[in-house]
T-cell receptor, first 115, second 110 residues
Framework: KAGVTQTPRYLIKTRGQQVTLSCSPI?????VSWYQQTPGQGLQFLFE???????NKGNFPGRFSGRQFSNSRSEMNVSTLELGDSALYLC??????????????FGEGSWLTVV | EDQVTQSPEALRLQEGESSSLNCSYT??????LFWYRQDPGKGPEFLFT???AGEEKEKERLKATLTKKESFLHITAPKPEDSATYLC???????????FGAGTRLTVKP
């Protein structure tokens, strides 16, 4: 069974540019969530999508946005990139995202470097 | 606000030297406590989910336990391949997002 797939794995962008990251969840999983991981802040929740609707959102500025498609694939977009946006961006999927102990499974992440 | 604190930040063990990692949490209503393992440059790998106090789960050299305020990840006779960062996370009934601790970086020397 294929795991969570994220593309691209590595990318370098310039300040002020925008970036789109893609995530394909595990087959049958309808919830996709996104996280930012940095050495200083650890793993921080960005947002969660379920059935093409954003169901939950973390404490990040509006430059961070996402969407989910009817096949459950998801994209996240960061506009007007800042140096501090350099991080590992992780996508995770779960069957429903809610319910007692619903487990999320992570992809390998997309490494974003902003120069 | 939900809080997850992991200790120690880093732990160095000799191969075969058993130890425990701690995860203390504060939530209004625990919907689940999760343990993950993360190798450098990779995404977290799921290990365990615990739902209620008193629950225990085991996998090879790892055993996770849960009380009302904390969880322990016991590592018995660790091997160098157990070296990784171990992350703890909680899901609260009020906030569906996962709240992660900062992790414990484990190094096992041969």
């Amino acid at each position: 069974k294929a795991g969570v797939t994220q593309t691209p794995r590595y990318l370098i962008k310039t300040r002020g540019q925008q970036v789109t990251l893609s995530c394909s969840p595990i087959s049958g999983h309808r919830s996709v969530s996104w996280y930012q991981q940095t050495p200083g802040q650890g793993l921080q929740f960005l947002f969660e999508y379920f059935s093409e609707t954003q169901r939950n959102k973390g404490n990040f500025p509006g430059r961070f946005s996402g969407r989910q498609f009817s096949n459950s694939r998801s994209e996240m977009n960061v506009s007007t990139l800042e140096l501090g946006d350099s991080a590992l961006y992780l996508c995770a999927s779960s069957k429903t995202g809610t319910g007692i102990g619903n487990t999320i499974y992570f992809g390998e992440g997309s490494w974003l470097t902003v120069v | 606000e939900d809080q997850v604190t992991q200790s120690p930040e880093a732990l160095r063990l000799q191969e075969g030297e058993s130890s425990s990692l701690n995860c203390s949490y504060t939530v209004s209503g625990l919907r689940g406590l999760f343990w993950y393992r993360q190798d450098p440059g990779k995404g977290p790998e799921f290990l365990f989910t615990l739902y209620s106090a008193g629950e225990e789960k085991e996998k090879e050299r790892l055993k996770a336990t849960l009380t009302k305020k904390e969880s322990f990840l016991h590592i018995t006779a660790p091997k160098p391949e157990d070296s990784a960062t171990y992350l703890c996370a909680v899901r609260d009934y009020n906030n569906n997002d996962m709240r992660f601790g900062a992790g414990t970086r484990l190094t096992v020397k041969p």
